[in-house]
Every structure is written in structure tokens, then in C-alpha cells.
């Protein structure tokens, strides 16, 4: 059964950083893309970073890009997204998420996956 547990959310001052994790279970991360969506109150999905495991490339969300960075802890089955220069605009629900599959899926801009957990509540606010 695939399960992913995101944990590190929290409230963080404008500037701040911040770094969420994600711990995969019911299959080897190092085996597939993983990725993160956010979904702020109100609005859609949000790709926010993927990482494919066929090539090694990462996808960046246009809003994140230079910012916020992903890592994954194999021997943990981990996945890291790392928060820096945080903005009021990246306060939102942040999931990780899978496709079991080798590649970022077509939807990844738009966060769409068929895993992905509960999420992890970031608010960025003075």
C-alpha cells in the first residue's frame, strides 16, 4: 500500500526558510519520480518541483524556481523540499506525491498525480 507522511510545515516570517519531509512507504523511492504539489485555500493545484529518476532532471515550478530545491534520503525512503526566500504568495497545503512511474508525470505543472499524501500546512506571515 502506498502511503506518503509529510511532516514540517509550520508558520515562518517572510525571508524565512523552511524544510518539509515526506516518508514513503509501500514502495522504494529511489526507484521513482517524486514529487511536491501545493494547493493554496481557494485555488488549484500547483506543481511545485518533480524529480525523475529516468534522467536525473527536476522540474521547477515558474514561482519557485532559484528558491526551493528537492532532495530525497534513499536509505530513509525520504523526499526533502527545502523552503528558502519564503513569500505571503507560498502559504498553502504542500504534498508530496507519485506516479510510481520512472518519469514526472504530463500533468506535473498542474500537480497532478495518482499519490500523494495529506499534506503539510505552510503559512508565511509577518
Known amino acids: 500500500q502506498v502511503q506518503l507522511v509529510e511532516s514540517g510545515g509550520g508558520l515562518v516570517q517572510p525571508g524565512g526558510s523552511l524544510r518539509l519531509s515526506c516518508a514513503a512507504s509501500?514502495?522504494?523511492?529511489?526507484?521513482?519520480?517524486i514529487g511536491w504539489f501545493r494547493q493554496a485555500a481557494g485555488k488549484g493545484r500547483e506543481g511545485v518541483l518533480c524529480i525523475s529518476v529516468s534522467d536525473g532532471s527536476t522540474y521547477y515550478g515558474d514561482s519557485v524556481k532559484g528558491r526551493f530545491t528537492i532532495s530525497r534520503d534513499n536509505a530513509k525512503n525520504t523526499v526533502y523540499l527545502q523552503m528558502n526566500s519564503l513569500k505571503p504568495e507560498d502559504t498553502a497545503v504542500y504534498h508530496c506525491a507519485t506516479d510510481l512511474t520512472a518519469d514526472c508525470p504530463a500533468g506535473v505543472r498542474f500537480g497532478v498525480y495518482d499519490y500523494w499524501g495529506q499534506g503539510s500546512q505552510v503559512t508565511v506571515s509577518s
Open positions: 509501500g514502495f522504494t523511492l529511489d526507484n521513482y519520480a
